[in-house]
């Protein structure tokens, strides 16, 4: 079945601790993208990918980071840096080229206590 | 900045009628625009999209209108069913040098109701 897995969908993580969100897709997609949402809010992006080896920064990459080295992978890591962890993650990916639609995966929800 | 808005938060409207959800961008250099559905601790789900050189793409009870002079679109489902009660989010793509970036709206939680 061809499609994007994000895991595991609830993490728990204390303050002060990075973790990694897991995402990866078997869509031969190109462009990946990470986005968070908070309760009421819309999606901002964090970080994207158009091709391996190589991403950007989003609107609000500030306390994360990412990596591109296999096309199917794009791991996010929340940093301590990240003053409020604590959202909705859902990653997503998409054809390169302009006029294609992504697709997103189930969410990760991070709840640092 | 919030390059693409959407100034309606919430829109009830009764089963059977047309639900119009709208949206508006500022960065002219946007030459694709999506529509996603989102229900609540799941992923948004793509919905219909269009290309700037269009002012119209209709899929089934689905069309999205977009008037690039206003920089306008909007999403109407016609009829209106209970099953689509959803958060609906707009996106736009084409940024100059980012032919891949997705920058997504605020959402409008649509409820239909009986």
Same mark, same amino acid.
């Given at each position: 079945d061809g499609g994007i897995t994000q895991s595991p969908k609830y993490l728990f993580r204390k303050e002060g601790q990075n973790v990694t969100l897991s995402c990866e897709q078997n869509l031969n997609h190109d462009a990946m993208y990470w986005y968070r949402q908070d309760p009421? !809010?819309? &999606?901002? &992006?964090? =970080? =994207?990918? !158009?091709i391996v080896n190589d991403f950007q920064k989003g609107d609000i990459a500030e306390g994360y980071s990412v990596s591109r080295e296999k096309k199917e992978s794009f791991p996010l890591t929340v940093t301590s840096a990240q003053k409020n962890p604590t959202a909705f993650y859902l990653c997503a990916s998409g054809g390169f080229l302009g006029n294609t639609e992504a697709f997103f995966g189930q969410g990760t929800r991070l709840t640092v206590v | 900045d919030q390059q693409v808005k959407q100034n309606s938060p919430s829109l009830s409207v009764q089963e059977g009628r047309i639900?119009?959800? $709208?949206?508006?961008?500022? $960065?002219?250099?946007?030459d694709y625009f999506l529509w996603y559905k989102k229900y609540p601790a799941e992923g948004p789900t793509f919905l219909i999209s269009i290309s700037s050189i269009k002012d119209k793409n209709e899929d089934g009870r689905f069309t999205v209108f977009l008037n690039k002079s206003a920089k306008h679109l909007s999403l109407h489902i016609v009829p209106s069913q209970p099953g689509d009660s959803a958060v609906y989010f707009c996106a736009a793509k084409g940024e100059?040098?980012?032919a891949s970036k997705l920058t997504f709206g605020t959402g409008t939680r649509l409820q239909v109701t009986l």
């Open positions: 009421g !809010q819309g &999606l901002r &992006l964090i =970080y =994207y990918s !158009q | 639900s119009i959800l $709208n949206c508006d961008y500022t $960065n002219s250099m946007f100059s040098g980012t």
